[in-house]
């Protein structure tokens, strides 16, 4: 974890979610959610204004459009694919401005930073480090913890989205969801 100095344009919560995350397979359904903030103060409390949202499901099979890299769906691939959708926001998004990923998850943001060194799900590391990476050459980047469920707004709001696309739910409307509702 770098920290960047001042207030990063862009705030991006990730967060990951698996449906019976033991013994776990490529059939184990496991999905990302991205919540993607301007103004945000950090503290937890909502601050700031909700960009983007986006949630997707943790893609095993090499022959789907999108695969990068996941053999098996868990908590680990999901918040590891959670980093490379905000990293590849960030790239689509263009510009200079600097970016803070925030996560609940050490595990993907050392892995993700390149902290760490990979020891399992190797392919997708390699996948988020290399955008990683790229992002970093066009911008300020870094990442911050956050402790899961602890009612910080965005990190539940991310969580509530991976879990829903999980289920294959939709999510709730920001505007009816609160903190904590799962």
């Given at each position: 974890m770098s920290p960047l100095e001042g207030t990063p344009r862009w705030t991006l919560y990730v967060d990951g979610s698996c449906l019976g995350n033991q013994n776990v397979d490529e059939t184990t359904p496991a999905a990302w959610g991205l919540v993607v903030i301007t103004g945000d103060s950090g503290l937890g409390k909502g601050s700031g204004e909700l960009h983007h949202e986006a949630a997707g499901m943790v893609l095993t099979d090499a022959s789907e459009a999108g695969f990068i890299g996941a053999n098996i769906g868990s908590n680990n691939t999901a918040e590891l694919s959670g980093f490379a959708a905000a990293l590849r926001w960030l790239l689509v998004e263009g510009?200079?401005?600097a970016a803070l990923i925030r996560a609940d998850s050490t595990y993907a943001g050392n892995l993700a930073s390149g902290v760490w060194k990979a020891k399992a799900n190797r392919e997708l590391v390699a996948h988020v480090q290399e955008l990683w990476k790229e992002v970093a050459q066009l911008r300020p980047l870094a990442w911050s913890h956050v402790k899961a469920h602890r009612g910080h707004r965005w990190n539940e709001r991310a969580d509530h989205l991976a879990l829903r696309c999980a289920q294959g739910m939709l999510p709730e409307?920001?505007?009816?969801?609160?903190?904590?509702?799962r």
């Open positions: 510009g200079k401005d409307p920001l505007t009816f969801w609160k903190p904590g509702q």
